[in-house]
């Protein structure tokens, strides 16, 4: 028993699986994914956005007005003209009205910085605003990193990771956002396009095999769950979607945009990426531990999983919490100056909405995983039993 098991490694075990599983397992498969998958396509053919939907229609600027760039050469105390910028393109150096905030973070010579030069201005303070930073430089720097330390690391499949991330970003910039904006249902537009997102990712990463489609399947039994219980909350906590800046601007720029049904499609995507890591791990810890001990019973391999699984469960119920506190800092910190209970501020606007979303995605999360471990641990057995079957009817010893 111990020489058959460590006679195989991962992907060898899966693949054994795979070509020794029985026509009712493959059957059953096919069954379940291929109506996702058509599904998914039909809903991205239904829900594909218009022509006059495409994202960078609505101009930014006003006739005459452009965008500019330059080097920081000076800061001053001069009102009004606190930043001096050497134009690129140019030899002329201007002054730049920088917002309070900017200054006192402190503007460092030699940085670059995106400017507005508005003619109107001209002869009433400097024409020339400032915008933003430009980081283009050690972003791609760090893009650059962050893909060489995961090709280093993970090889082939470290690069299949990359290729699918990309394949499920141009989802979003392609089917997702042009959707939205062309007012498809933002719910239906969330189940699609995660869909989507979720077989190009998954099966551009790991390829295509058994557990591949386990994790799918567990990952979309997840997205469902997250969607039925973000409906949920959201209607019944009365969340409107609309207690932010940039959702007010967005919504006087597309009268017709339902902020609370956004609000549900934004939480079912931001459960995408923890809820497919949490089954990927799950149906590769039930064939690891069913290649190591090949005679297991279901039970056995289904309930040693299962403690791996408790375990990522309690590492994942602070991390979608600690994810959120991080990013969420600053708000917490000016809710945190006001004299007010704390049951109070965790259910007021802006924090409700993130503690409703960390909530449903983790409750998606922690159920994908007893789920994916009982399709991975049904379907392992049940490729061992058709080896099994197979190999009595041709009288073959099994492999050393």
């Not at 379940?32 to 994202?55: E, K, N, Q, R």
């Not at 430009?134 to 972003?139: E, F």
């Not at 869909?195 to 399947?217: E, K, N, Q």
Request: glycine share 10%; with cysteine.
């Amino acid at each position: 028993m111990t020489g058959h098991g460590h006679s195989h490694g991962s992907a060898d075990s899966t693949l054994a699986l795979s070509a020794g599983a029985s026509r009712r397992v493959r059957l059953l498969l096919v069954a379940l994914v291929l109506p996702i998958l058509v599904a998914t396509v039909l809903g991205m053919i239904a829900l594909w956005p218009s022509a006059d939907a495409a994202l960078g229609t609505l101009p930014v600027v006003g006739d005459g007005a452009q965008f500019l760039r330059g080097t920081v050469v000076a800061v001053t105390d001069v009102p009004g003209e606190e930043v001096r910028l050497a134009l690129e393109g140019s030899d002329s150096v201007v002054p730049v009205q920088a917002p309070p905030e900017i200054l006192q973070a402190g503007v460092d010579v030699g940085a670059r910085m995106k400017v507005l030069f508005i003619p109107e201005a001209i002869g009433a303070g400097s024409p020339y605003v400032y915008v933003d930073y430009v980081r283009t430089t050690p972003v791609a720097l760090l893009a650059g990193v962050y893909a060489l330390v995961v090709v280093l690391v993970a090889r082939w499949r470290g690069l299949a990771a990359i290729a699918g991330l990309v394949v499920s970003l141009g989802i979003i910039a392609v089917f997702v956002l042009p959707a939205l904006l062309g007012g498809a249902d933002p719910l239906l537009v969330a189940l699609v396009g995660s869909s989507a997102m979720m077989f190009a990712a998954v099966y551009l990463a790991h390829g295509i095999s058994i557990r591949t489609t386990t994790a799918l399947l567990g990952t979309i039994i997840g997205l469902a769950i997250t969607t039925v219980l973000a409906w949920w909350g959201t209607s019944a906590g009365q969340l409107t979607g609309a207690d932010s800046e940039g959702a007010l601007q967005l919504l006087s720029l597309t009268p017709g945009m339902s902020l609370r049904a956004l609000l549900l499609c934004g939480i079912v995507i931001a459960g995408l990426g923890a809820l497919n890591d949490v089954t990927i791990t799950q149906a590769s810890a039930v064939w690891e531990l069913h290649a190591s001990a090949p005679e297991a019973s279901s039970r056995t391999v289904f309930g040693r999983a299962m403690r791996i699984g408790r375990d990522h469960i309690a590492s994942t119920v602070y991390t979608l919490a600690f994810a959120y506190v991080g990013t969420g800092l600053t708000t917490l910190l000016l809710v945190a100056l006001f004299e007010r209970a704390l049951v109070d501020t965790l259910t007021s606007g802006e924090i409700a909405e993130e503690v409703v979303r960390t909530l449903v995605s983790s409750v998606g999360l922690v159920l994908a995983i007893p789920v994916t471990t009982a399709i991975g641990t049904f379907l392992v057995r049940s490729g061992a039993a058709a080896d099994r079957a197979s190999r009595a009817e041709t009288g073959t010893a099994a492999a050393p």
